[in-house]
């Protein structure tokens, strides 16, 4: 199925997927509860059509599948993705723009009657509600043209013209990330994996930012049996963009699939400190850690004080290009660093005598990952703006902390 990139949602962390309408939903329809009848040979034939890549010869036969069976999960799924796929055929904007709008509107009554899907919440989130406005790939009009084109072949099963049409909008513009990504999904449909493969690094180099390319290329590494490469794509994904529905979901999935489970260290903070319109601030704290004999009390103390600190004017002094304030990752890290210092570890190392939380905060700040535990475990909308300005010098550690932390269940390697 054909794919749109916003320009401007690859610049907001929760908007930076392209919306994936290839295999994912192929490998995953299998997957879904079956209301309608699986005796129906409209129904047969329409699934058919649409394994085969034949979206328009399939997509009147959903139009009635629809309204016969209003509560199959498979079929309102299907023909949203077929109606938004409408995007590389229609010629007349007003008939794209309604033909999004219907999608979303049958993706939102798929998740009324039970879908849990990624994907849909993906494309919800995704698609305005009125529609939208048509997606440029590229402001240079020869460039766009030739990935409509491809598009279009594609979505008509002719991968051949798509692979020709990818290939001419790449020369015209070679940092165009779409074009390498869609190549590599054409191999990858036509079951050519180790070139899916080199498109899929080529997409990474021109931008390794984006999750999808990864992403693509752990599915089609899944596809030839090489588990423990994919694994890796699907970590490269997480990280590129942890905020991302389909990243998370992809590195799930395939932890699933070889047994493994995942998890963050287990930390409690047993305090919550929030900003007030006046720029004062209100710390809640939990009765019970002031009744304990440890420093675990006087740490978290401690930790709510440099955080309110923070509401009242550091974050001003540390961010005066930003006019409102918001909870940063440098606050966490410099409050949670200040919990550690009451504990004076260096002199009194007994790590028994605090509390688990603050043994895993120890740790995980003497393994110099403790920036990467708040990114990928705790964000809150003010810390993820941070994310981008990390990642660009610390690739390693995000990496790190998922391999030796998530990858263990949480608890580090020693």
């Not at 790449?170 to 999904?185: I, K, M, S, W």
């Not at 890796?232 to 070889?258: C, H, M, S, T």
Request: charged content about 25%; aromatic content about 8%.
């Amino acid at each position: 199925m054909p794919r749109f990139c916003s320009k401007s949602s690859q610049q907001a962390i929760s908007k930076t997927c392209c919306l994936l309408l290839t295999a994912l939903l192929c490998l995953s329809v299998s997957t879904l509860p079956v209301v309608a009848s699986q005796d129906d040979p409209d129904r047969t034939r329409a699934f058919q059509l649409y394994q085969e890549g034949k979206y328009t010869d399939a997509l009147p036969l959903f139009e009635k599948l629809e309204k016969t069976y209003p509560n199959d999960l498979q079929v309102l799924e299907t023909y949203a993705l077929i109606l938004y796929g409408q995007n590389a055929v229609l010629k007349d904007a007003a008939a794209r723009k309604e033909a999004r709008k219907h999608a979303r509107e049958i993706f939102v009554r798929a998740i009324k009657v039970g879908s849990n899907s990624a994907l849909t919440k993906s494309m919800i989130e995704t698609i305005p509600v009125d529609g939208g406005a048509d997606i440029e790939f590229s402001p240079k009009r020869e460039v766009d043209e030739a990935m409509r084109e491809g598009e279009e072949a594609f979505v008509k099963g002719d991968y051949p013209k798509a692979i020709d049409m990818y290939q001419r909008a790449l020369v015209l513009d070679p940092n165009l990330y779409e074009a390498a990504l869609f190549t590599g999904d054409v191999y990858y449909k036509s079951a050519e994996q180790k070139k899916a493969g080199d498109w899929f690094a080529r997409a990474i180099a021109i931008n390794p930012d984006r999750e999808t390319a990864y992403r693509y290329w752990g599915d089609s590494l899944m596809k030839q049996g090489r588990v423990t490469e994919a694994g890796d794509k699907f970590v490269e994904a997480f990280i590129a963009e942890p905020y991302n529905r389909l990243a998370r979901v992809g590195l799930v999935g395939w932890a699933q699939k070889v047994n493994l489970e995942l998890a963050h260290p287990k930390i409690e903070i047993p305090t919550n400190v929030s900003a007030q319109q006046n720029g004062s601030s209100t710390i809640s704290l939990d009765p019970s850690m002031l009744k304990k004999d440890d420093k675990s009390g006087a740490a978290w103390m401690t930790y709510s004080i440099v955080r309110a600190s923070w509401i009242q004017g550091e974050f001003a002094k540390q961010y005066p290009n930003e006019k409102t304030y918001r909870h940063s990752l440098k606050e966490e890290v410099t409050a949670l660093r200040a919990a550690l210092k009451v504990l004076d570890l260096d002199k009194h190392p007994d790590m028994n005598s605090i509390s688990p939380s603050l043994q895993a905060v120890a740790k995980l700040d003497k393994d110099g990952l403790l920036e990467s535990y708040i990114l990928l475990a705790i964000p809150d909308e003010g810390i993820s703006k941070d994310f981008g300005s990390y990642r660009k010098s610390n690739v390693d550690k995000l990496r790190k902390y998922v391999v030796d932390y998530v990858m263990t269940g949480g608890g580090g390697k020693n």
